[in-house]
């Protein structure tokens, strides 16, 4: 990884430092579980006859540590000024040992030739069996590295923080990682090797990997739809649905809703005719819809709790807001995916070519249509 | 019944207007017949039908389906079908289908 080798001799003192902290750790435990001492309890009493056992494998989990310890002394002693390590040191057996060393970000750039189980140990000591070396000098191609996973995996923490201490950090490390998702979406929006995206069955692979997620998500909204049907009629205090749920609003949203699909496939013809204005028309349009869909979500929770019809009233209002929450989720990613499409629309980076993104985007969004055609009729009009 | 995508063939703005104009209609229909008394022993079939029907006209040309490879209708009907039968079975099990009683 870093070109440089590890000192042997700090090696091997850690390995050994290791292996006897690590048995010294665990293998009283055995006993101290065939005499009685129950697992993970953070103190036990004193008078159990425990302690010896647990003082020995503290002792020993600090051996680990310190084993830890000395791989990162020699780790860094490496790095400084360890012996540069040849491209095969220990004449490896397998593909991983035949790139350069230090090995460049992909390993290799052209497909290496494969001579069958254990290639790379045939191709040094034979028999060369197997398939014919296939080595093909096409390049290779592999996204360069980016940072920005890191930066998104950096906002995920920062929401996580924020679910243990305040909201504010939640909508901070949210907002971060939707920033890091887009900017990774767009880094290689017009790398040229990415243009072309036809599979073995003739099919585009981004289109393909859009309908098999939303297969997936045929399971995430069917369990949670199962699961308020399950549970309807059973709650033990009120209200029940037909008590509170307001047909003739949430029919003029679901109106909404159904015309933002047309808008949608309006905005997709456009962009695969090339006419620029429209697509961006029609792009902002069905965002508009979408926002106004959660408008009157927004409106008919705040209504909701308002009357003391909350998620923990009852059976019926924590399948109710999970169920209907999380659709409006969905309509709220989409929304977000709508609206980069008519930023990238409105400075010119969206041309006929781009056609197949606004139609992944547009499957996402005709599926959280179809997915509130089934919830408005079972969860609102089903009496 | 070919694998071939059958990318020929491609819906107008027209056929896109007339299947929101149908999904319209459908939706007021849902509506309407829930306040009709006369309707109500089959009120429930009638809506599930009507909500598969949307469901289908979006699924088959806002989505595309009907002009695209199988490959992709089978990606997605297959789980819709496990997903729904998932769900049959959880009110099954939890007893909450009245078909089975209670």
Request: glycine content about 10%.
């Amino acid at each position: 990884m870093t070109g440089r080798l590890l000192g042997e001799r700090l090696g091997r003192v850690q390995f050994w430092v290791i292996f006897a902290g690590f048995n010294l750790a665990f293998f009283p435990q055995h006993y101290l579980g065939a005499m009685g001492m129950p697992r993970r309890i953070y103190t036990y009493p004193t008078d159990a006859g425990w302690t010896a056992g647990n003082f020995a494998s503290t002792a020993g989990a600090f051996g680990i540590g310190v084993g830890v310890l000395l791989f990162i002394v020699n780790a860094w002693q490496s790095l400084r000024r360890g012996a540069p390590a040849p491209a095969d040191p220990w004449d490896g057996r397998t593909l991983e040992w035949r790139t350069s060393s230090p090995p460049p970000a992909h390993d290799f750039d052209t497909i290496p030739p494969v001579y069958g189980r254990d290639s790379f140990w045939r191709e040094k000591h034979g028999p060369r069996r197997g398939a014919p070396p296939t080595a093909s000098h096409a390049p290779l191609h592999v996204p360069a590295p980016s940072h920005w996973p890191v930066m998104i995996a950096l906002g995920m923490g920062i929401a996580a923080v924020g679910a243990l201490t305040h909201v504010s950090i939640v909508v901070i490390g949210v907002l971060w990682t939707i920033w890091g998702i887009v900017r990774l979406a767009l880094e290689h929006h017009r790398t040229h090797a990415h243009a072309d995206q036809t599979g073995v069955l003739g099919l585009d692979h981004r289109k393909m990997a859009m309908w098999v997620f939303l297969g997936s998500e045929c399971f995430f909204f069917g369990t949670l739809v199962a699961t308020y049907l399950a549970y309807k009629g059973r709650s033990v205090v009120g209200p029940a649905p037909h008590e509170i749920l307001n047909i003739p609003v949430t029919t003029v949203s679901t109106f909404d809703l159904l015309m933002s699909s047309l808008l949608m496939v309006l905005a997709l013809a456009a962009v695969q005719r090339g006419d620029r204005r429209q697509a961006r028309l029609w792009l902002f349009g069905t965002a508009v819809f979408g926002l106004v869909f959660l408008g009157f979500q927004a409106y008919e929770f705040t209504e909701f709790v308002h009357q003391g019809f909350t998620m923990q009233q009852n059976l019926f209002g924590s399948t109710f807001f999970v169920l209907t929450g999380l659709h409006g989720t969905h309509v709220a990613i989409g929304v977000l995916w709508l609206l980069s499409l008519w930023v990238l629309a409105l400075r010119g980076r969206l041309g006929v070519a781009d056609a197949v993104k606004v139609e992944i985007a547009g499957l996402y969004w005709h599926f959280v249509d179809v997915v509130w055609i089934a919830i408005f009729t079972l969860v609102y009009l089903i009496p | 019944m070919s694998d071939a995508p059958r990318d020929g063939e491609h819906p107008t703005v027209g056929t896109y207007v007339r299947v929101a104009l149908v999904l319209t209609v459908v939706t007021a229909l849902e509506v309407g017949v829930i306040y009709v008394r006369r309707l109500a022993p089959i009120v429930i079939p009638l809506l599930l039908a009507m909500s598969a029907a949307k469901f289908a006209l979006v699924a088959l040309f806002f989505m595309h389906l009907r002009y695209e490879s199988r490959v992709l209708t089978f990606l997605f009907v297959g789980p819709l079908i496990l997903a729904s039968g998932l769900a049959v079975a959880l009110m099954t099990l939890t007893g909450a289908f009245l078909v089975f009683g209670r």
